[in-house]
């Protein structure tokens, strides 16, 4: 077991949140004080990117350490079984595991029923040693959970809104873990709670969406004036951010619950989201794409907040999905296994573990195409650079290019003006070298 004090780690994560929404990240529709506060007692990577914008690729690379053609490649394909995660490598430091709600990584087909009615064997959970979870799941008022195994199996419907009632899930088990401190028997942890909300259908509970009126919304300017666009995004951004309130008052549970637990000053807080949602955006719904709105996430590390009250701020690293296991680890005082590919980002917060050598891009994909209505249709590659600069390629195609410095709406797409060759072939060239160093296969178009 390893001796650093920086003893637990928590993940809180939603679904379909993009990094814009947040009050603190300068959204003027929406109000979350409870992560504006772990932003600013923490750190608030601005640059943070999905990798691949959809849930279970996300999350077979979250867990895993390895990009989505290496494991999960699209949308219900299954986590391969014998895939190593971060639950493993914190239960050999002789951390227990827990893991609370949506899943998503057993590939289960949604055309065969609904995937709230699935059992995932545990030989399929993961590792954790805890697991109340479900597959799947579009429904936030009537979500079902199970978990255990043999005599000790069970499946039961959540009494109410799904982010408050997951939430009490993790707040008992992190009543458990105090009270394990307290009688001698402590041991340290790592937690996940895995939330469908903001996901669509886009509905919380009747105070927080009386908050929030389509009409008098500010729109991001890159929404164009479409009155079917604008109209829809206004509906449906209404609800996504009464959920994203209601999942910042939930943090705040979580954060009165370490507190009482006596965990608060031992426990890490990461916050972010499987992907985004372009809620209208370049006249675009839903996620798959690689514009701002769907690539970019949120991204805080906190708690801890009087020991690390002077190692805050908004890092500029381009942290990437691979990189979220490797830096959670690092943050408990971990190295990273081998076979995880990301960085280690912990030396950012920690001023006791090594600085990392900062990536100069993170590598972003679409490897298999869900052909769902509001999603690219088309496998594409791409780049994001930490000097602020987004290339993407389909196959045998340039297709996008922006300078995000002087561009972040991305409305001047310079990858087909011959002006920009010089950076464009800068990008290509970085580009074909993240497909050859992860082992990836893509036609790249040949340049001019």
Not at 112 to 140: D, L
Not at 292 to 313: D, K, N, Q, T
């Amino acid at each position: 077991m390893s001796s650093t004090p920086y003893r637990n780690a928590i993940w809180v994560f939603g679904d379909q949140h993009r990094a814009q929404a947040l009050s603190g990240n300068g959204d003027p529709n929406v109000n979350t004080p409870h992560l504006d506060r772990l932003a600013a007692e923490g750190q608030n990577f601005e640059r943070a990117v999905c990798g691949f914008p959809l849930c279970c690729p996300f999350r077979g690379s979250l867990l895993s350490s390895r990009y989505p053609h290496e494991c999960v490649p699209g949308h219900e394909y299954q986590m391969p079984p014998e895939t190593p995660t971060i639950a493993h490598a914190f239960r050999e430091h002789g951390f227990h595991t827990a893991y609370f709600g949506k899943w998503h990584l057993d590939g289960f087909h949604e055309r065969e029923g609904r995937a709230a009615m699935h059992i995932i064997p545990p030989e399929r959970r993961g590792g954790f040693g805890t697991w109340v979870g479900y597959e799947n799941n579009n429904s936030q008022w009537d979500c079902w959970v199970h978990g255990g195994e043999g005599d000790g199996a069970f499946h039961y419907r959540l009494p109410g809104y799904e982010t408050d009632c997951l939430t009490d899930l993790l707040i008992d088990y992190l009543r458990e873990r105090g009270e394990r401190r307290r009688q001698g028997k402590d041991q340290p942890f790592f937690a996940v709670l895995s939330v469908q909300p903001p996901h669509d259908p886009y509905v919380a509970p009747a105070d927080y969406m009386a908050r929030h009126q389509p009409a008098q919304l500010q729109m991001r300017p890159n929404v164009p004036a479409i009155p079917r666009v604008q109209d829809r995004a206004r509906r449906e951004l209404a609800g996504a951010y009464a959920m994203i309130e209601n999942l910042d008052w939930n943090v705040g549970r979580v954060r009165a619950a370490l507190e009482e637990a006596g965990l608060a000053e031992d426990t890490h807080i990461l916050f972010f989201s499987d992907h985004g949602d372009m809620h209208g955006s370049q006249g675009q719904f839903r996620k798959t794409s690689p514009w701002e709105e769907s690539l970019r996430i949120p991204f805080l590390i906190g708690g801890l907040a009087s020991r690390y009250a002077g190692r805050c701020g908004r890092p500029q690293a381009p942290i990437n999905h691979v990189d979220i296991a490797p830096t959670t680890l690092g943050l408990c005082g971990i190295d990273k296994p081998e076979w995880m590919r990301g960085t280690d980002y912990s030396g950012l917060r920690l001023p006791d573990r090594p600085r990392p050598d900062l990536p100069d891009s993170a590598y972003i994909q679409a490897v298999v195409p869900t052909g769902h209505g509001e999603s690219v249709d088309r496998p594409w590659r791409g780049v994001v650079t930490a000097d602020g600069w987004k290339y993407v390629c389909l196959e045998h195609q340039p297709w996008l290019l922006f300078n995000l410095n002087e561009d972040p709406y991305e409305q001047a797409n310079l990858a087909h003006n011959t002006a920009f060759a010089g950076p464009r072939k800068r990008l290509h060239e970085r580009l074909a070298r993240w497909i050859a160093e992860t082992g990836d296969s893509f036609a790249l178009p040949e340049l001019p």
